[in-house]
């Protein structure tokens, strides 16, 4: 079984600011982490993934996000938002076997004040 | 890049009828595919496994007679709302994943907004 936890529904950061969002993963194999964006009436778009290599893992449009196994989490960054960073944040969690469908969390809205 | 596209990107229909929402990768081939829901300011939620040449395996809840789904060929899955209600009403989303590379990530398709009046 596996889960994801996400803390903080809606997170409100100033431009330049730095973006944390939080996530929290249970898995009783060793999981793959992914964090997707959403903008609004859209699918999902890639940032980042944690597929068992660097923990420190880089993504797209100036993210990261690193796998601490010691606290299950895998917490994604940025160290200056930028105004087009507002959207919806999912972290997801699959198993490295099986059928791997994701399963995510609840989702974090992030809003960025001019 | 892998994409995936799902047709249509909306739909209106009305209670009663059925509505088919296709998938298709469109760059590779897909042995598995799945179907999400995402109710408004909500998370996705899976509803069932897209097997190409088998049936499909449905998460616990989910109707598999009201929702059929579908998986004739190696890029294409369907889901087929069956005499849909205003509480289908939803946003559905399907995701696929290169069958030659199971550790990529899944490729999402851009979702279809289902209104039932």
């Known amino acids: 079984a596996q889960s994801v936890t996400q803390l903080g529904s809606h997170v409100s950061v100033s431009e330049g600011a730095l973006v944390l969002l939080r996530c929290n993963y249970s898995s009783s194999v060793p999981p793959y982490l992914f964090w997707y964006v959403q903008y609004p009436n859209q699918g999902l778009q890639l940032l980042l993934k944690y597929t068992s290599a660097a923990t420190l893992v880089k993504g797209i449009n100036g993210f990261e996000a690193e796998f601490k196994k010691s606290e299950t989490s895998f917490h994604l960054t940025k160290p200056s938002a930028h105004m087009s960073d507002a959207a919806e944040y999912f972290c997801a969690v699959s198993a490295d076997t099986g059928r791997r469908a994701l399963t995510f969390g609840s989702g974090t809205r992030l809003q960025v004040q001019p | 890049g892998a994409v995936v596209s799902q047709h249509p990107s909306w739909v209106i229909c009305k209670s009663g009828t059925s509505v088919k929402i296709e998938c298709r990768s469109l760059?590779?081939?897909?042995?598995?595919m799945f179907w999400y829901r995402q109710f408004p300011k909500q998370s996705l939620m899976l509803m069932a496994t897209s097997n190409e040449g088998s049936k499909a395996t449905y998460e616990q809840g989910v109707e598999k007679d009201k929702f059929l789904i579908n998986h004739a060929s190696l890029t294409l899955s369907t889901l087929t709302v069956t005499s849909a209600h205003p509480e289908d009403s939803s946003f559905y989303i399907c995701?696929?994943?290169?069958?030659?590379?199971?550790?990529?990530?899944?490729?999402f398709g851009q979702g279809t907004r289902l209104t039932v009046v």
């Open positions: 995701s696929a994943r290169p069958r030659e590379n199971m550790n990529t990530e899944a490729f």
């Open positions: 760059d590779f081939q897909a042995t598995t």
